[in-house]
């Protein structure tokens, strides 16, 4: 099975580090770039569901994916330190340039003082900017500028572009052997992935009409037949079920289903074999029984199950009871209360995850969280995007249907 790695990076990295990921028997590499870091989080997102690992070609963009909750499959990031620091000042050496006076970002300076006390390089007039979360091009840039002339070494192709003119810069390119290095690492986690992937997973599904069964069939990737007693069977494997759960969060079909039925219940098994998965789901639809007339349970090995609950798009008379969408999609009942206050004043306009992290007074990664809860239990609804105005991702639209 094949193995496709998604490498982002600058436009002249990008080549390069996915011609490293090649040279590795069933291997392929897609090659994304970007113009500035701060459109990675996004190009990964684009991309999700196209690759089983990423690796940047540099920590930068890997941080900014990695805050911005984009990644979801394995990844990596070329590391710059050792010989590719060592290798950068060979060339500034052959380029008349005076390597113990340096200004060097997003390395550490514990890894800039090793790699020049091992070159028997003195490192006193050496000025370093380590990385850190809330560090951005410009204040890379900022902290180059302030200080004396020195020759600067960086790892962004921003902050390389924006002095050029001023200094004399040197963006470092990764070493073939730190390419191997990291994507080695990536791979031993990405193969496990394909693999755990691959599990099998049956479903065994108790609905009075067929309505709509194919069609979430197809959406799981899998395929559907009759089973013994009028239940119904659904088989595909662990990735596809993984994504359409929200990571084994919720089950969206559950609500599209009882939109139909007044009975749904759903019992999936995730096994190594077809044999392991079956026993699993017949467990997992036993317990579905005893939660309802609408629920849904995924069982794992190791006695480990997993109840998938999802609201009916329906509400019960008198409007929706906020206790059991609370329970349901893990939100507490004072928040879903600030949602319904945060629709209303909206005048039930779409909102970016940008206002329900403002008026919810929390960040806007657990703004993300929230909302795709309630998207999967179909209680919200993307309507699309907003430039936020500057280079980083575009807002999502959001319409509230609690």
């Avoid at 996004?42 to 990423?54: C, D, K, L, Q, S």
């Avoid at 779409?350 to 657990?366: F, G």
Wanted: overall charge negative.
């Amino acid at each position: 099975m094949g193995i496709v790695i998604g490498v982002v990076g600058p436009h002249d990295l990008v080549d390069d580090v996915a011609a490293v990921c090649e040279e590795q028997p069933g291997v392929s590499a897609l090659r994304l770039d970007y113009d500035h870091e701060s459109q990675a989080p996004a190009i990964v997102e684009a991309h999700a569901g196209a690759v089983e690992g990423w690796l940047f070609t540099g920590i930068v963009p890997y941080m900014l994916s990695r805050d911005a909750e984009s990644l979801d499959r394995p990844a990596a990031f070329v590391d710059y330190s050792g010989a590719t620091l060592l290798n950068a000042l060979v060339r500034l050496q052959h380029q008349g340039q005076d390597v113990t006076r340096l200004s060097i970002d997003t390395l550490s300076a514990a890894a800039v003082h090793t790699t020049f006390t091992e070159a028997g390089l003195p490192t006193d007039e050496l000025r370093t900017l380590p990385y850190r979360p809330e560090m951005t091009s410009k204040k890379a840039i900022a902290f180059h500028r302030k200080g004396p002339a020195h020759p600067v070494i960086t790892c962004l192709s921003s902050v390389h572009e924006a002095l050029r003119d001023q200094l004399h810069v040197l963006r470092l390119v990764p070493s073939v052997h730190s390419v191997r290095v990291a994507l080695r690492q990536l791979l031993l986690t990405a193969e496990g992935q394909v693999q755990e992937d691959a599990q099998i997973a049956l479903g065994l599904i108790e609905v009075a009409g067929e309505e709509g069964l194919l069609r979430e069939a197809t959406a799981l990737g899998g395929t559907l037949a009759a089973f013994r007693g009028g239940t119904h069977l659904l088989v595909t494997t662990r990735g596809p079920l993984y994504d359409a759960t929200g990571g084994f969060t919720g089950l969206p079909m559950l609500a599209r289903l009882a939109g139909h039925n007044d009975v749904v219940r759903v019992g999936f098994g995730l096994g190594r074999s077809a044999a392991e998965a079956e026993s699993l789901a017949r467990r997992a639809l036993a317990r579905a029984r005893r939660i309802g007339d609408v629920a849904a349970v995924l069982s794992l090995r190791a006695d480990t199950d997993i109840v998938l609950e999802s609201v009916t798009a329906t509400p019960p008379p008198g409007g929706q009871n906020l206790s059991v969408i609370a329970r349901r999609v893990g939100l507490s009942v004072p928040t879903l209360e600030k949602l319904l206050e945060a629709r209303a004043a909206a005048g039930d306009e779409p909102l970016t995850t940008r206002e329900i992290a403002d008026r919810l007074a929390v960040q806007q990664r657990t703004a993300r969280r929230m909302l795709h809860r309630l998207e999967l239990a179909g209680l919200a609804e993307r309507t699309g995007s907003l430039t936020s105005g500057s280079s980083g991702r575009p807002l999502t639209l959001y319409r509230l249907t609690l």
